[in-house]
């Protein structure tokens, strides 16, 4: 049982790096989140996706982008690292709809220093 | 927009004795689903407890259970016969029905349980 998994656990980026973190769900859920986790601080929405295709902003976008091709597969792209995207990084999943009351299952993170 | 507010930053208790988290939250709505995540020192994100807001039991799970206030948007954590293993940050979400069914998490209590 896979769950969610994250690559890579933990990365280190020069500024104006590019790289992108790692998503895949064995569940066959159709959402799935990226947030991030500054130190101190409850986890933020980056970008969500109900299905292969569809994609949208949360709360803190700037700086990202992604892209759902297959139900399993959610990679998330930094361009141009910087300093404040320092951070942990989840990813997670969750059936939709009709089960919507089921809980998000969670990747163990990947920790990300740009330097 | 929701917002979910955690007003201990820190919190310590003798192990096997009882310990209750705080936790508001904001909201309009009137369906929605509240959580309870444990993050140990291992970054892991694992879910403690659910309510549906929908219904007035509270839910329990074990040694943890919850004190759900609709009227007053309140949701606490207690956590009956503290274990060295409860040793972790506590975050309590908020998701909306329905939509993106995204998390909106506070900031946090870290709990130290203490042999």
């Known amino acids: 049982n896979a769950g969610v998994t994250q690559t890579p656990k933990f990365r280190i980026l020069k500024i104006g790096q590019s790289m992108t973190l790692q998503c895949a769900q064995d569940m066959n859920h159709n959402y799935m989140y990226w947030y991030r986790q500054d130190p101190g601080m409850g986890l933020k929405l980056i970008y969500y996706?109900?299905?292969?295709?569809?994609?949208d902003k949360g709360e803190v976008p700037n700086g990202y982008n992604v892209s759902r091709s297959t139900t399993e597969d959610f990679p998330l792209r930094l361009e141009l690292a910087a300093p404040s995207q320092t951070s942990v990084y989840f990813c997670a999943s969750k059936p939709g709809p009709p089960r919507g009351n089921q809980p998000q299952h969670f990747g163990d993170g990947t920790r990300l220093s740009i330097l | 927009a929701q917002t979910v507010t955690q007003s201990q930053p820190e919190m310590s208790v003798q192990e096997a004795e009882t310990v209750t988290l705080s936790c508001t939250y904001d909201?309009?709505?009137?369906?929605?689903?509240l959580f309870w995540y444990k993050q140990p020192p291992s970054r892991q994100m694992i879910l403690v407890i659910r309510?549906?807001?929908?219904?007035?039991q509270n839910a329990t799970e074990n040694r943890f259970s919850v004190n759900f206030q609709k009227a007053a948007k309140s949701f606490s954590l207690k956590i009956s016969d503290s274990q060295l293993g409860d040793t972790a940050m506590y975050f309590c979400?908020?998701?909306?029905?329905?939509?993106?069914?995204?998390?909106?998490f506070g900031k946090g209590t870290k709990l130290t349980v203490n042999p």
């Open positions: 309510q549906e807001a929908y219904k007035q």
């Open positions: 996706s109900v299905g292969a295709g569809i994609t």
């Open positions: 979400a908020f998701m909306s029905q329905g939509g993106s069914e995204k998390l909106v």
């Open positions: 909201t309009s709505e009137s369906n929605y689903y």
